[in-house]
């Protein structure tokens, strides 16, 4: 904020005007660009107020630590300053995996704070970090460093392998690219899983077909494939070594899985995502066999036979409804019995009545 001048031209900057003011005509020499300006005097220094009110630029920054969505940081107050009430920090990102846009982020503390972690940031990102003091409104320059997050765990999940072709111990595959915004694809690592019964596998016990066999585990890293390997088409049982995996034949049997994992690997650190559903592959260990034209015929007939039984049985219980209906009809058009002898009355006695005897009226007719 002060500018001191003495020993006729040497300046030094203060952030006050000193304590000891002496009278104005003690500082009696001209200055050397200037000579209508006094640059101190004997024992005196002239002092010029500038007028600035943003302090300077702190003196120094650091990064202290850094993790995959943190970095911390620390500054030393700056040199040149009237008033600080606080600092800004601003992180700008300059380089990520990320396919969506990010936004500077910024946060403001108070004048006693040199030492921050700034929090939600991308993996596996570059920024720029500033720092600037702060008097009320008026902002100072700031101090620039750059500073890079730990990559993180690939995301999203590696793709499903591609099946091509399989046939005895090997089977031809394509492998689609995978997508990790939180850091670099580095590798990418072809799992064989044998008869799981849909258990899956367990990360930590996963190793090479040699590992595999000598602790009878049923799945195995065949291959780990840079990503130019994934170009073309990739054979799984090739009997070759990639990046320290044996690609073994495979066996005879009919429950194989294979699935993919995504190696990220940056600055010494290396990250790594299988996929979290194995797809799962029949081996035809044998040439597909071609279908008998007899059997398709035989199929054929047998379904025709099945809807004619349907068809019949349909016939039959609406057959069967009409014959029921029309007894019922026949039933309500008939007439009602009736006795043309007469009804003999039975006595309690047990006896039977005797009958009258019947009159011939037609004889006595005539």
């Known amino acids: 904020k002060y500018a001191i001048i003495g020993n006729d031209s040497t300046c030094f900057c203060g952030n006050s005007p000193g304590t000891l003011q002496l009278d104005l005509p003690i500082c009696n020499t001209p200055c050397p660009k200037n000579e209508t300006q006094m640059c101190g005097g004997d024992n005196a220094a002239s002092v010029y107020d500038t007028a600035v009110t943003a302090p300077g630029p702190p003196s120094s920054i650091n990064v202290v630590n850094t993790t ?23 992180a700008y990102i300059t380089q990520t995996y990320s396919d969506f846009t990010l936004i500077p982020l910024e946060w403001r503390v108070s004048n006693d704070t040199l030492v921050l972690a700034l929090p939600n940031l991308q993996p596996g990102s570059t920024y720029n970090v500033s720092v600037a003091a702060m008097n009320n409104d008026k902002e100072g320059p700031s101090v620039i460093v750059v500073a890079a997050t730990v990559i993180g765990t690939p995301y999203p999940n590696p793709p499903d392998i591609e099946i091509k072709e399989h046939r005895g111990d090997r089977m031809l595959v394509h492998i689609p690219e995978a997508k990790n915004i939180n850091g670099p694809v580095s590798m990418y690592r072809v799992v064989v899983s044998i008869e799981l019964y849909q258990q899956g596998f367990i990360i930590d016990n996963l190793g090479n077909f040699t590992y595999a066999e000598e602790h009878g585990l049923p799945y195995y890293i065949t291959a780990e494939l840079d990503p130019d390997d994934i170009e073309n088409d990739f054979i799984i049982g090739d009997r070759v070594t990639y990046n320290g995996f044996y690609n073994a034949p495979l066996p005879l049997t009919n429950d194989i899985e294979v699935s993919l994992g995504v190696v990220s690997e940056k600055n010494n650190v290396r990250k790594i995502k299988y996929a979290e559903s194995t797809k799962k592959i029949i081996l035809n260990i044998n040439e597909p066999e071609e279908v008998s034209p007899m059997v398709v015929a035989l199929g054929a007939a047998i379904a025709i036979g099945v809807v004619l039984l349907l068809i019949g049985i349909g016939l039959l219980i609406i057959l069967r409804k009409k014959i029921h209906l029309a007894r019922l009809q026949r039933g309500s058009q008939s007439m009602p019995l009736s006795l043309s002898e007469p009804c003999v009355e039975i006595e309690n006695t047990g006896f039977i009545q005797d009958e009258d005897e019947r009159v011939d009226y037609y004889s006595n007719l005539k």
């Open 68 to 90: 995959e969505t943190t970095v911390r940081v620390s500054w030393t107050s700056p040199q040149a300053y009237s008033v600080i009430t606080g600092y800004v920090i601003q």
